[in-house]
């Protein structure tokens, strides 16, 4: 489905995809083992030859589900990039966040070159960092908008 903007998609990244795709039982279970509560929708740009050439999703985690919903799988083409598809789909994410009905839009990143161009683009719309993970050679940026 999105190999071409996850060239290197992990297992994991599959996996949470797969269950989209296929809604049933077992894979909601999966995703309850996972910490997901809810997959609530996921978007893709596609451009003139109808090839995925951007992702975002909508997610509900076990810990905050009453107050947030999470940003998932947010990613361009490396091809496309530059071009404004990033901006529009993080606008397309917030506005349904809004609708949701809960205070926060939160999203996770990290200081790793490839997750670190759109930092930009999340503070232009008003994220901000609220908490910092050191690991071993990068840190987890966790942020947050109010909604």
């Known amino acids: 489905m999105a190999a071409g903007v996850f060239p290197y998609i992990a ?3 599959r996996l949470v995809f797969w269950t989209y795709r296929n809604k049933n039982n077992i894979t909601k279970r999966i995703l309850w083992i996972l910490g997901v509560r809810e997959q609530i929708n996921y978007w893709a740009a ?5 090839k ?7 997610y509900s985690n076990i810990n905050d589900r009453h107050e947030s919903v999470w940003m998932a799988y ?5 091809g496309f990039r530059r071009q404004g598809i990033g ?3 993080v606008e ?3 506005e349904q966040a809004r609708t949701i009905g809960v205070p926060y839009f939160r999203l996770y990143s990290s200081t790793l070159r490839n997750e670190s ?13 609220v908490k910092t993970k050191h690991k ?12």
């Open 11 to 13: 297992p994991y990244v």
């Open 46 to 50: 596609v451009n003139e030859q109808e």
């Open 52 to 58: 995925i050439i951007g992702t975002i999703g909508l």
């Open 74 to 78: 947010f990613c361009v083409d490396p």
């Open 87 to 89: 901006r529009k789909l």
């Open 92 to 94: 397309h994410a917030i």
């Open 117 to 129: 161009a759109s930092h930009s683009l999340y503070h232009e719309h008003g994220f901000r960092i």
């Open 136 to 147: 071993l050679f990068y840190k987890l940026l966790y942020m947050q908008l109010d909604l």
